[in-house]
T-cell receptor, first 113, second 107 residues
Framework: DTGVSQDPRHKITKRGQNVTFRCDPI?????LYWYRQTLGQGPEFLTYFQNEAQLEKSRLLSDRFSAERPKGSFSTLEIQRTEQGDSAMYLC???????????FGPGTRLTVT | SQQGEEDPQALSIQEGENATMNCSYKTSINNLQWYRQNSGRGLVHLIL?????REKHSGRLRVTLDTSKKSSSLLITASRAADTASYFCATDDKIIFGKGTRLHILP
């Protein structure tokens, strides 16, 4: 079995550039979540999907952020016109269903210079 | 605002001792979960306790839940160096995390 995987693990980009991250959940998991974590803080919820439907988006998810899960399997998180404040660890998690434990990927560390 | 708030923010104990950390939350929940995060790594799910449960065990872990006080505690018995990590509680399916308790096990 493979757990949740994320790609890339690290991304360094210049301010103003667009970046896209990918998350592959555990295969039978219906729910997929995106979080952002900065140093010394707990993960902050960004958005989640039930299969291919995006059910909720946090206010943290500005217009520059978009997430998709086109076939209900992998998901992408795109950040347009990156800003230095976007530097963080972006975590993806999946769960079998609602109210079940979440399994986290290793995260993508984004550094915006 | 964050739903779960862990206490203490940091804890240092000797190897072999027990570690207890607490979590308080604000609204009604269906379940509460505890996670561990080693430095710079992803989160690992430790244990889930449902709102109709009062206590749950898993290996060296014991979790209690008091819904009347909206609080939970995580006890790690016979601590080991490998337990050094940050511990987070989170509530319900959207998972709202606190800032965590940083546990440091001293040799």
């Amino acid at each position: 079995d493979t757990g949740v995987s994320q790609d890339p693990r690290h991304k360094i980009t210049k301010r103003g550039q667009n970046v896209t991250f990918r998350c592959d959940p555990i295969s039978e998991h219906n729910r997929l979540y995106w979080y952002r974590q900065t140093l010394g803080q707990g993960p902050e919820f960004l958005t989640y999907f039930q299969n291919e439907a995006q059910l909720e988006k946090s206010r943290l998810l500005s217009d520059r952020f978009s997430a998709e899960r086109p076939k209900g399997s992998f998901s992408t998180l795109e950040i347009q016109r990156t800003e230095q404040g976007d530097s963080a660890m972006y975590l993806c998690a999946s769960s079998l269903d609602v109210r079940e434990e979440q399994y986290f990927g290793p995260g993508t560390r984004l550094t915006v210079t | 605002s964050q739903q779960g708030e862990e206490d203490p923010q940091a804890l240092s104990i000797q190897e072999g001792e027990n570690a207890t950390m607490n979590c308080s939350y604000k609204t009604s929940i269906n379940n509460l979960q505890w996670y561990r995060q080693n430095s710079g790594r992803g989160l690992v799910h430790l244990i889930l306790i449902r709102s109709n449960e009062r206590e749950k065990h898993s290996g060296r872990l014991r979790v209690t839940l008091d819904t009347s006080k909206k609080s939970s505690s995580l006890l790690i018995t016979a601590s080991r160096a490998a337990d050094t990590a940050s511990y987070f509680c989170a509530t319900d399916d959207k998972i709202i995390f606190g800032k965590g308790t940083r546990l440091h096990i001293l040799p």
